[in-house]
């Protein structure tokens, strides 16, 4: 348990839905992020917030929506999504450039 | 292009036996970390290493530093079946923003008993 939630674990959806994915951490962090991991990939950044302000986007499709509406909470919002997409999402937290800390990952279908 | 690599890409080794794993690196850092994946699941971290530290040792983890040659190394001692997970070293570039973590591909470690 690393003080990082993430759900849902589990998600399989179709090219049309919509669906968000949650995060959270009451460790006080001031950086939240969002890494995707794809079998024999590195471990892509995708999103970086300070203090609930986007500093980072790695050249992300649009159809991956990151919301942050306070320091604990991030969101992924999801939509039109490929197959490709299907990957290991990943959360998680820092305190300034402290280690990172990781959510267990929402493993995520795309049918 | 990576930031950070790591070798081997896999490794098996008996229990009991040391682990060594490297990570190299491109460009300038302020500091590198190693973490561990069992399969499927969120990274743990295990340790930070500041660009002005050369090593650090936790429990049975020693890690060293060398930026003249932009490389890291874990070493595992006494290794055991628990240790069986994949590693990764992270780097966060200078001056490439702020907390701009970038992960590398990973070691399979596998420690049989």
């Known amino acids: 348990e690393t003080g990082v939630t993430q759900t849902p674990r589990h998600l399989v959806m179709g090219m049309t839905n919509k669906k968000s994915l949650k995060c959270e951490q009451h460790?006080?962090?001031?950086?939240m992020y969002w890494y995707k991991q794809s079998a024999k990939k590195p471990l892509e950044l995708m999103f970086v917030y300070n203090f609930k302000e986007q500093t980072e986007n790695n050249s992300v499709p649009s159809r991956f929506s990151p919301e942050c509406p306070n320091s604990s909470h991030l969101f992924l919002h999801l939509h039109t999504l490929q197959p490709e997409d299907s990957a290991l999402y990943l959360c998680?937290?820092?305190?300034?450039?402290?280690?990172?800390?990781f959510g267990p990952g929402t493993r995520l279908t795309v049918l | 292009s990576q930031q950070g690599e790591e070798d081997p890409q896999a490794l098996s080794i008996q229990e009991g036996e040391n682990a060594t794993m490297n990570c190299s690196y491109k460009?300038?850092?302020?500091?590198l970390q190693w973490y561990r994946q069992n399969s499927g699941r969120g990274l743990v971290h295990l340790i930070l290493i500041r660009s002005n530290e050369r090593e650090k040792h936790s429990g049975r983890l020693r890690v060293t530093l060398d930026t003249s040659k932009k490389s890291s190394s874990l070493l595992i001692t006494a290794s055991r079946a628990a240790d069986t997970a994949s590693y990764f070293c992270?780097?966060?570039?200078?001056?490439?923003?702020?907390?701009?973590?970038?992960f590398g591909t990973g070691t399979r470690l596998k420690v049989l008993a």
């Open positions: 460790l006080g962090h001031n950086a």
């Open positions: 992270a780097t966060d570039p200078r001056g490439s923003g702020t907390y701009k973590y970038i």
């Open positions: 998680a937290s820092s305190l300034a450039a402290g280690p990172v800390y």
């Open positions: 460009t300038s850092i302020n500091n």
